[in-house]
């Protein structure tokens, strides 16, 4: 079992950043891969980017060249550093345990973190 927890969320103007955190409780961190889905009003749940075990990530190409997920394993925590943010990034964020290197299975969730893009 891991417990996710989120924070980082909030509203950013247009063109802003903003770095979410997602920390796991657990000892066997290192060995799942780590994802980040989105969720828009309205809308389905989207896989944003992952990061596997060994550290390959993968992007939607909706924010390929904009964020960037990371894993610092020895803090048990992932984040995901977004740049150049547009409304259309607005969406309540949920960080995700789970496994795969080129496709992601998610498994365990997070409750959830607002981002709001507005001027």
């Known amino acids: 079992q891991v417990q996710l927890v989120e924070s980082g969320g909030g509203l950013v103007q247009p063109g802003g950043s903003l770095t979410l955190s997602c920390a796991a409780s657990?000892?066997?961190?290192?060995?799942?891969?780590m994802g980040w889905y989105r969720q828009a009003l309205g809308k389905q749940r989207e896989l944003v980017a992952f990061?596997?075990?060994?550290?390959?990530?993968n992007y939607a190409n909706s924010v390929k060249g904009r964020f960037t997920i990371s894993r610092d394993n020895a803090k048990n925590t992932v984040y995901l550093q977004m740049n150049s943010l547009k409304p259309e990034d607005t969406a309540v964020y949920y960080c995700?345990?789970?496994?795969?290197?080129?496709?992601?299975?998610?498994?365990?969730w997070g409750q959830g973190t607002q981002l709001t893009v507005s001027s």
């Open positions: 657990g000892s066997r961190f290192s060995s799942y891969a």
């Open positions: 990061v596997a075990a060994g550290g390959r990530t």
């Open positions: 995700n345990a789970g496994s795969g290197v080129y496709y992601y299975t998610p498994q365990y």
